[in-house]
């Protein structure tokens, strides 16, 4: 069985321009994860998925940040425009509804 | 609020030596605990986790952690670390109320085995 899948795994953009993540889940899992990770932290959810409803986006910075799940299969994490402290590895996670999450191995971006 | 606090950021043993990494958590209801490994350039891995069961619990790859409400800890060992051991570990709490939807990870410890 395939993973969680994420592109790309390394980005490096200028500061101010536009990024998008991608994220393809397990097949069948209905709950969706997107988790940003800073250098030498632990993950920090910014935003979680049951099919297509964003259930939980309070750590979401919606100023710059925004999410979506067409279908409540892939999900796509867009940063516009992007700042320097964004720099961080961004992990997508997947699970079936209430169950042991599994993750992808993260896009890990730079913001020059 | 839930919250864990892992004590050292980086620990080396030697190859064959006892593995222990130390969690403790703080929460306002019985918790839910996790143990989970990344290696590198990798998303991380579940080890073992603890639902109100039994309060030790064995993971995959000989590890294992023993709940101690007491003692508010949830420390992971494995009695005889192997070189493929290094990674980075993190302990992650949550309400069991939201299952395993809402994990509170701590800043991870960085293991190092020394051959």
């Known amino acids: 069985e395939a993973g969680v899948v994420q592109s790309p795994r390394y980005k490096i953009i200028e500061k101010k321009q536009p990024v998008a993540f991608w994220c393809n889940p397990i097949?069948?899992?209905?709950?969706l994860y997107w988790y940003l990770q800073n250098l030498g932290q632990g993950p920090e959810l910014l935003i979680r998925y049951e099919n297509e409803e964003a259930v939980d986006d309070s750590q979401l910075p919606k100023d710059r940040f925004s999410a979506e799940r067409l279908k409540g299969v892939d999900s796509t994490l867009k940063i516009q425009p992007a700042e320097l402290g964004d720099s961080a590895v961004y992990l997508c996670?997947?699970?079936?509804?209430?169950?042991?999450?599994?993750f992808g191995p993260g896009t890990r971006l730079l913001v020059l | 609020a839930q919250s864990v606090t892992q004590l050292g950021s980086h620990v080396s043993v030697s190859e064959g030596a006892l593995v222990l990494l130390r969690c403790n958590y703080s929460s306002s209801v019985p918790p839910y605990l996790f143990w989970y490994v990344q290696y590198p350039n990798q998303g991380l891995q579940l080890l073992l986790k603890y639902t109100s069961a039994a309060t030790l619990v064995k993971g995959i790859n000989g590890f294992e952690a023993e709940f101690k409400k007491s003692e508010t800890s949830f420390h992971l060992t494995k009695p005889s670390a192997h070189m493929s051991d290094a990674a980075e570990y993190f302990c992650a709490v949550s309400d069991p109320n939201f299952g395993n939807e809402k994990l509170t990870f701590g800043t991870g410890t960085r293991l190092t085995i020394i051959p």
């Open positions: 996670a997947s699970s079936p509804r209430g169950e042991t999450q599994y």
């Open positions: 097949s069948g899992h209905n709950t």
